[in-house]
């Protein structure tokens, strides 16, 4: 019989063993090995079978353990030791407060806004890179101390969980999750009810949303869960599934997360007393709402216009963009905004954000094509502040939305860059960071610095513990690929093969990620022949670890997965090459903690970032990959291999033959040779290869880094802007608001009249002096409202500047040609050189004069 409603009961724990309720729900124990190892104390093989999960193993040991262990001081020691560690950790001065006291301006508080979030298996809301680069934004935060609130949705089937058929195709399942058995608490008001967010929807419903915390060491996370009584089924239904459904149920999930994640946060900082945020960080534009609900609320509670209330969001709001290719965005159909935005009875005003005009709504997404709505370019419109996730990254950003910016070159456009960043606690294996405690003691590696003092540890050392951690890969994939052949329709029987599946010592390869085209998941494959000699070679083998999931509605990747299968399968490879269905967190702590090599081969440049790879090298793993993500700027010969790109070809055949021909090369040749070449036993090429990997590349791929960046980049300058702006009344804001009208509406009277040159020798050099001499007609402008300059660099063949620098002019008085400006500059450069002046629009609370997308020019 199947039951009618699943729900969770938990232990009820004896009174000396109350602190383990404490540390269970507390997710800091995900990245706490002591912690785990306390919970492992308890039944070990418990432990395993609950994979890991503290509340579900306190719900499964039996009471009779339980009271025993109430009745073991040495167990009630390390629990109480373990108790104050995490009370004390929630509490003392980190780096954030230190830097507050050191006189740093910094927020009081940060509104970290994802669609997804990878803090744990155990809580699996998440379905790839951009949810654990969300969960190890919030875990570094807490290492650091930041007053950063994070807000998603709470979805009660999670992402899909992943098998394979005995045809090797993807197949799916929705697992039901029960929150009363996820470490989450609900969020209630001072009676005890739980609080309830209201978000109108069409037809004068109301969609509402009760708010789970989960508590991420000093991060509170909040998660909206529609799935209650008070709504219809319909509406029940928006947070069932992460990116499940049409492009309707897609808007309304959007809609609940930023604008009812707002209001959850405005809750949240309510019942406990809190400062709100001053800075609100858009992780992608999927919650670009969250702007518009902010507006929202300063034209109807402090009786702002739309654009004064626009310039204050602005201020203190940053997006961050992931995505490379435009694909990748979301862009939904104007008449659907119109749908859920519009007012039933025919005003101007939004009916979901009241005091809002439909068309300032839509103008925010508003693209090339009116039709469609674009979340990234309303998270730039919204965002004073916007980056990309790796220098590369960056200049992709740059170039993919100068559109927004026309008349700049792309390299002006107003998105910086931060490198993503991994969380060393969670993601190092324990072994390392025992080592690292050993060599830098654990309360400096709490915060991960230091971890660059691992290359100090002997060879042999090193060499020992990738054999062990290559060791403890080898028996989970015997397990899984065990497990995964019985799913299949594989009998008992057939299975003996499946003890023999890899080698402990043979050199090992690991590919896991999700599987759109563009990460070609099957470039391995591109010579099959080639591959298998290389699996079966007698003296250098390699093996070959490969998961992922597809997109259940992508075809065309469970077709690559299933290529993949088809090949694993082959009686003569299978114990050489495996696919793992599955992929979560669980398993790719075991793929980074063994693999010796991790591949990447995406199509440069559209991985943004691709994080997986710095998990590897933490535990000094070597990455062998395509120069795209983070890999572009961080690879410098020593720490791994860099995959060639057939940059040009325009083939993409031809493109994938040579760059999988590449691939082969330099595993033969370069990879293989330094693995199996060995002096007393140890690689002593490679070994020194890891040693400049944890040295030089440990510091920079931890996600501690980035959030430093974040703050100090970002957040800092953000909340600096926004109490400039929302000061005195908020009269900054206003006077923003007042100033753009003012230029946006007579910016087409400005022009650059004439532009005059002297000084300059007939035969110019390098340093020599040129005065130029600007006349602009700024119309009902003030030459204070404006920035003139001059423009430098070379020329070439069709008379465009390139290699510029700008100088900026000199107001220089009146004339009857207009106002007059002037600069003395030295040539800074050789050869074909030019220039040209320009005007831009100038206010001090602008971020820079490229802000506002304006720009004037003597041809323009």
Not at 176 to 191: A, E, I, K
Not at 288 to 315: K, P
């Amino acid at each position: 019989m199947k039951a009618l409603r699943r729900f969770t009961v938990r232990a009820h724990l004896p009174e000396r063993l109350n602190a383990l309720a404490e540390l269970s729900t507390n997710l800091r124990w995900s990245w706490h090995s002591p912690t785990q190892q306390l919970f492992e104390e308890i039944d070990p093989l418990l432990w395993g079978e609950t994979e890991r999960d503290p509340i579900g193993l306190l719900g499964a040991v039996p009471p009779g353990r339980l009271e025993s262990l109430a009745a073991d001081s040495g167990f009630v020691e390390r629990l109480d030791a373990l108790a104050a560690d995490l009370r004390d950790y929630l509490t003392r001065p980190l780096w954030y407060q230190i830097q507050q006291e050191a006189g740093r301006s910094l927020p009081a508080g940060i509104g970290y806004f994802s669609m997804e979030f990878g803090v744990s298996e155990v809580l699996p809301n998440y379905s790839g890179g951009l949810g654990i680069l969300a969960g190890d934004h919030l875990k570094a935060a807490s290492d650091l101390g930041l007053p950063l609130i994070g807000v998603g949705l709470l979805y009660r089937s999670g992402y899909f969980r992943q098998s394979l058929t005995a045809e090797g195709w993807q197949a799916e399942r929705y697992p039901s999750l029960d929150p009363q058995g996820l470490p989450l608490r609900l969020l209630t008001d001072s009676g005890g009810a739980p609080v309830l967010i209201h978000v109108s929807m069409p037809g004068s419903r109301v969609l509402r949303a009760r708010v789970w915390i989960a508590q991420v060491g000093r991060v509170p996370l909040l998660l909206l869960d529609s799935d209650i009584p008070d709504n219809d089924p319909e509406l029940r239904g928006v947070t069932d599934r992460l990116y499940g459904g049409d492009q309707d149920h897609r808007i309304k999930q959007e809609i609940l997360a930023g604008i009812g994640g707002v209001r959850a946060i405005r809750a949240y900082t309510h019942e406990h007393g809190l400062p709100d945020p001053e800075v609100f960080h858009m992780n992608e534009g999927h919650a670009g709402f969250l702007g518009a609900e902010r507006i929202r609320e300063l034209v109807t509670t402090q009786g702002l216009d739309f654009d004064a209330a626009l310039a204050s969001v602005r201020s203190g709001t940053v997006f961050t963009t992931h995505t490379p290719v435009p694909a990748g965005i979301d862009r939904f159909p104007a008449d659907l905004v119109r749908h859920y935005f519009g007012s039933t009875d025919g005003s101007p005003d939004s009916a979901l954000l009241p005091g809002l005009p439909m068309e300032r709504v839509l103008a925010l997404g508003a693209e090339g094509d009116r039709s469609v709505f674009n979340m990234a370019h309303m998270g730039l419109r919204l965002g004073q502040r916007a980056n990309g996730v790796s220098k590369l990254h960056g200049i992709v950003s740059r170039e993919m939305f100068s559109d927004l910016w026309r008349g700049f070159d792309a390299t002006e456009v107003p998105i910086g860059s931060v490198t993503n960043g991994v969380h060393a606690p969670t993601w190092a294996a324990r072994e390392w960071m025992d080592l690292a405690h050993e060599v830098v003691g654990a309360q400096a590696l709490e915060e991960a610095r230091g971890w660059e003092q691992l290359h100090t540890v002997p060879a042999a050392t090193l060499w020992a513990t990738r054999n062990e951690l290559r060791g403890q890969l080898v028996g989970e994939v015997r397990r899984r690929v065990r497990r995964s052949s019985l799913e299949r329709g594989f009998s008992e029987a057939e299975l003996g093969w499946t003890a023999g599946v890899f080698d402990p010592n043979v050199l090992t390869v690991g590919f896991a990620r999700r599987v759109p085209t563009y990460k070609r998941l099957t470039l391995m494959l591109r010579e099959p022949e080639r591959l298998k000699r290389l699996l079966l070679d007698p003296e250098r083998p390699v093996q070959l670890v490969v998961a992922g999931k597809s997109h259940p509605a992508d075809d065309g990747g469970k077709a690559l997965i299933q290529q993949i299968v088809r090949f694993a399968d082959e009686a003569d490879v299978r114990h050489r090459i495996v696919f793992l269905p599955d992929y979560d967190m669980s398993m790719a702590r075991y793929l980074y903690w063994g693999c010796d090599v991790w591949l990447n081969n995406p199509l440069r440049p559209l991985e943004a970032c691709g994080t997986s790879g710095m998990k590897s090298a933490l535990n000094g793993g070597l990455n062998l990959s395509i120069r795209d993500g983070w890999w572009d700027e961080m690879y410098d010969g020593e720490n791994g291999w860099a995959i060639p790109t057939a940059d040009g070809v325009t083939d993409e055949n031809r493109r994938d033959d040579l760059e999988a021909a590449a691939l082969y090369e330099l595993l033969e040749q370069s990879v293989l040779p330094k693995f199996y070449d060995r002096t007393d036993g140890v690689p002593t090429r490679w070994i020194e290869m890891v040693r400049h990997t944890l040295e030089h590349l440990g510091p920079k791929v931890l996600a501690s880094r980035m959030v430093r960046d974040y703050t100090l980049g970002y957040y800092a300058p953000a909340a600096e802007a926004a109490r400039a702006a929302n000061a005195d009344g908020y009269a900054g804001a206003k006077d923003v608001a007042v100033y753009r009208r003012r230029v946006e509406d007579t910016w087409h009277s400005v022009e650059i009249v004439q532009v005059d040159s002297e000084g300059l020798p007939d035969t110019p050099v390098i340093g020599a002096k040129l005065t130029l001499r600007a006349y602009v007609r700024l119309g009902e402008l003030a030459p204070s409202d404006v920035v003139v300059q001059a423009v430098l660099g070379r020329v070439d063949e069709n008379e465009n500047l390139t290699d510029v620098r700008t100088v900026t002019m000199s107001h220089a008085g009146t004339d009857s040609l207009g106002e007059v400006f002037l600069t003395d500059t030295a040539l800074p450069i050789s050869g074909a050189v030019g220039y040209t002046v320009r005007v831009l629009p100038h206010h001090e609370l602008l971020v820079g004069d490229a802000e506002l997308g304006l720009v004037r020019t003597p041809n323009a």
